[in-house]
Each structure stands twice: as C-alpha cells, then as structure tokens.
C-alpha cells in the first residue's frame, strides 16, 4: 500500500524526490520505493526523514510503534478529564483560546453558554485585529442532526433555538477579519474547542446534555494520536459546513 503521508509531507515541502534523497544520503529508487510500499526505511532514515520534512516518524510510519508506545504517548496527551462540564473552571476556556497564535476552532451543536460570556468576545476580537484565522462550526438548526440531539436530550425544538440564539449572541462577530462562520448537519459525538495544540473535548452521552457529560483536556505530545484524532474530526466536518455571513442565514 502507498504510503500517502510520505508522499503528501515532501509535497508540502517544496522538496523533490531527487532532493530528499540526496540529504537523506540514499538513491532516489529508494525514496519511491519508500512511498510506493516496498521495503520500509532502516530506522536511522525513518528519524531522517521525519526530521526532514518537519514530521513525527509516528505521523510518516504508524505501524513503526508498539501498542504500549502508542498506549503511553495517548496517556500523556491527557492533561486532565472532568467528570462533568460545569466543573471544568469557568478561567480555563477563556485562557484556552487567549493564549492561541495559529489555530482557533469550535466545532459544536451551539456553545450557547460560551457565546454569552464577554470575555470570550472580547478574546475573539483582539485575536481578529492580530490576524488570527479563527473558525465557529455550529449546527444548522434545520439540520436533522439537531432535532435528533433534541430528542435524546428530551429538550426537543430547544435544541435549535439554542442554536440560533448562539448565533445572534455572536453577530458582533460576523464580519471581524479572520473570523469565519459555517453551519454542520453531522452527527457529533463530541464538541470540540481548540487552540493550538490544546484541545477541551466536550463528550456527547445520550439522554443527558452536554453540561453534564465529561470533558477531556488533551494536549499534543509527539508520538500521541489522541489530539490528532479529534484535529482530523474538525477539519472533516469543516469541510462539509456551509459558510454563513450572519445570523440571518441560518
């Protein structure tokens, strides 16, 4: 099987195959053979590579790792786990994305609670006039996502109201340059709010909302396949959202 991570990262590097070879110090049949599935590298070129190309081996060669590696990077991507989401501290949301330079994202049904917190406004808005790209990916309140969730949760049509008001509490915030709005009708499992390369995972549980449910504060670690995991969620949901400028609109 080829391998597309390797192929991608020399891709992204502006690097030919005839270059990677040569700083690597093997023949550039070697370097294919690397991407097309043949023999694996000696461990020495794996780390070379990874160096390389600003990669973790991990990223380049998941199968390189054992279960218990792979176990214990995951462990230490773990920061702390709250068994609910009113005891996570009310400071540790807003510090979350205070400190962001390159990636602020909120993927969830409507963070409604977040949305009327000042503080947040005012961190999105000194972000925006620092040129940060920052992505809000609420639920579509049509969608039938939303009036599922609003039946598990026995809240019903709330659900969506809860949606669209999230969104009119966030209309000072259409238009900031930077700050980019889309709707999602996926199913989430869990609400996620990331800043880069911290992370607060808002589970979903059926039957009981979101408040209740635990949270997980995970960080990136190399090695840790955790962060990646829901990162990757994001950016898939992302891709499918419909981008919206005002409230109006949804």
């Not at 540790?92 to 994305?97: E, G, I, P, S």
């Not at 000042?118 to 790209?133: M, P, Q, S, T, Y």
């Not at 408040?211 to 898939?236: C, K, M, N």
């Amino acid at each position: 099987m080829a391998n597309e991570r390797l192929r991608g990262a020399i891709v992204e590097s502006g690097l030919t195959l005839e270059q990677v070879a040569d700083r690597i110090g093997v023949n550039i049949k070697t370097v294919e053979r690397w991407i097309n599935g043949g023999r694996p590298p000696y461990r020495r070129h794996k780390y070379a590579t990874a160096k390389l190309l600003r990669r973790e081996v991990s990223h380049l060669w998941p199968e390189a790792r054992t279960a218990s590696e792979v176990t214990d990077a995951g462990q230490a991507e773990l920061i702390k786990l709250y068994p609910h989401r009113n005891m996570v501290p009310g400071h540790l949301w807003t510090r979350l994305y205070a400190q962001a330079t390159k990636r602020f994202d909120i993927l969830t049904y409507s963070a409604f609670w977040l949305t009327e917190d000042l503080n947040f406004h005012r961190i999105v808005k000194e972000k925006a006039a620092a040129g940060l790209h920052m992505r809000f990916i609420f639920a579509d309140p049509d969608s039938a996502a939303v009036a599922l969730r609003g039946e598990e949760e026995g809240v019903g049509s709330a659900q969506a109201s809860k949606t669209r008001n999230a969104l009119v509490n966030c209309a000072p915030l259409f238009g900031l340059p930077g700050v980019e709005f889309r709707l999602h009708g996926t199913t989430l499992y869990n609400s996620l709010y990331r800043a880069d390369d911290e992370m607060l995972a808002n589970t979903h549980v059926y039957g009981i909302s979101a408040w209740l449910a635990p949270v997980l504060h995970v960080q990136r670690v190399p090695g840790g396949e955790v962060f990646d995991t829901y990162a990757e969620s994001i950016e898939r949901v992302w891709e499918t959202g419909r981008r919206i400028f005002s409230p109006k609109e949804c």
